[in-house]
């Protein structure tokens, strides 16, 4: 324990985790998360000394041009392999061949591809094993594209979801999204493809996105933004770390040096490469150099000849230098992209091995907001389905920017439907989204109405190339005019959404009678919706985010300004903190059964803050339908001189529960994981008070609780 962190002992009290305090030589663990022992090992494998030995070698045989020549991309257009950067054959390196994105492969390779489910529908399966399989057929799907990079996952909380790439992302909770994404990297990089986890830090707003300045003190910073990052790092060994363009406290995040020296490749001892985002993320050589930035993507602008410049009049040091070459070097010898390179195959690419993926997703994806018994269609006893809305028969596949991908096919939700009813049920489509008196007539006389409807391309995207952020969070005024249109024929009305974040949905809410969140299913997201409508799969989906009533009980959304202040508290966290109901709550989903939730067991409630408790407890499902379960751990300090939000989720489990079946769930809870960052020491603090441990299937439901209490030293 440092004096430091002696002194704010005596002040609060507080209790030190190990490596707290301020010496710049120490580590700053956070909470139950060791370091790896030799950071270079976990990331390289057993062969890592000859592997730096060899790039010892090299460094002392390559000119100073010809290593700043490996710190930047070839060029602003990409071969069919994706961007090739930090190639030099003639010494035997190959370099990096850099393909988009988050929800398959880059459709500027040419190849017809798996198109998934996009990143907050796969974050709303809240199964990382099933992540990790995306992960694999994604990196399947690159190697045999020739590339050796893949540009995702995209890990940027959602401040707000209004924000335009919302759709990539894992959500809104630093927990979830840390387990989401450590699961997709090890997928990807199993397939020897490096992930590049992006934007590092704080890219949540689209149409200022090249110039925001995101101000957040420091604590906000530690707690919310940074940990899936420090878990990419540390667990899944990421490869490569992609900045953002927008500036975080003042310095751009390409030359932020608090990030990228002190924190990633200081506390966290990453040992892969940095690089820009793409053509407008650098700004200044000897920033961007002193700051740890090792390639410059696409191609040169403030590296190339400016780089050797500073180099030679004595404004960057050759040290830097050899230190980002190290780390290009150690990346493509680590992953055998010399002697095991990637090969393109398109006869590899969207296999049916990879869409029956695919389809598994888009079925656990799927959220079912509301229910009055209408869902699952009864195939024996429903006659007739009228399928409307502006997207029933539309191929919707997500953002038109960096992460679009050619699909191989597209099945669109009328086409799964239709192909579900098996003949049995008939199935009449109503294109026009401005009814009749035919088309009024057509639905009533059917026994189920289903609205097919939500955002597309055009109402989201990636700035300056596509959409940008969202004008707000509701649908179109002739989208919601079409649900009530529907609903007001007396048919029992199931609206189907699709889209990358909340959306509201006051008009028409009450008066319908079933609603299910699609996302941006992907290839197969029309036949895994006609799955859970007619009850093939029970939905199991929860949301990653939370749905507000209305955008005015989120915190603002500015997308406008220069300079943004994000606070402490966002999503779940600033309505629970406000006592704001939210229409549906971060983690809620139901599903075509029950489960009842009894005997919360705690190994220990009197603790000290280097203990693990074992919390133990029963979930049964109380229904006759077989389902699976998201068992949710959520906690809060009872009483605290320091603001805290009233929940925080720490850990989850899913459970398949056969109908009328009890399955005990247990989970281990480092107490270290209640810390609060304490800014004063430079350390994780866990307080000695009470806290309270809650367990149920979301955060606005969670039946069990018991008060953990944490001794003084
Ligand atoms: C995006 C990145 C993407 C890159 C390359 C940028 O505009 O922000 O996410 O990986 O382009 O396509």
Redesign the pocket.
Known sequence: MTHRCVLALCLLPLICLPGCGGDNNSRTDEPAQPPPISATEAYCGSDYLEIEERIDTLLGELSLEEEVSLMHGAGFVPTESG?LASALPERGIPGFL?V??PRGL?NQTGLPATAFPVGMARAATWDPELEHRVGQVMGAEVRAAGASVL?AP?MNILYHPRWGRAQETYGEDPYLMGAMAVAFVQGVQQENVLA?A??FVA?SIEDT?FTVDVQMDERTLREIYLPAFRRVVQEGQVASV?TA?NSVNGAFSSENEHLLRDILKGEWEFQGFVES???FGTHDTVAAASAGLDIE??APKVYGPPLVEAVQSGEVSRDMVDLGARRILRAQFCFGLDTDPPVRDPSKVATAGHTRVAREVAQRAIVLLKNTGTLPIDRSTTMKIAVLGDLADAENLGDT???RVLPVYVVTALQGITAAADGLVTVTHIASTNLSQEDRASVADADVAIVVTGLTSEDEG?GL?SAGDRKGLGLRPEQDALIEAVAATGTPTIVVLEGGSAITMNPWLDSVDAVLMAWYPGIEGGNAIADILFGEVAPSGRLPISFPRAEADLQPFDNVSDTVAYGYFHGYRHLQHEGTAPLFPFGFGLTYTSFAYSDLVLSSTRVAAGDTITVQLDVENTGATDAIETVQLYTGAVSSPVIRAPRELKAFTQVALSAGVKKTVSFDFPIADLAYYDVESGGWVVEPTDYRLEVGSSSGDLPLSAVVTVDGP
Do not use: A, F, Q
């Open positions: 961007h850099m988009d994105g880059d540009l995209t590049s992006k934007h890219n996105r992609m363009y985002d793409w053509v993507m696409p920017g960096s992460s990636e190339i």
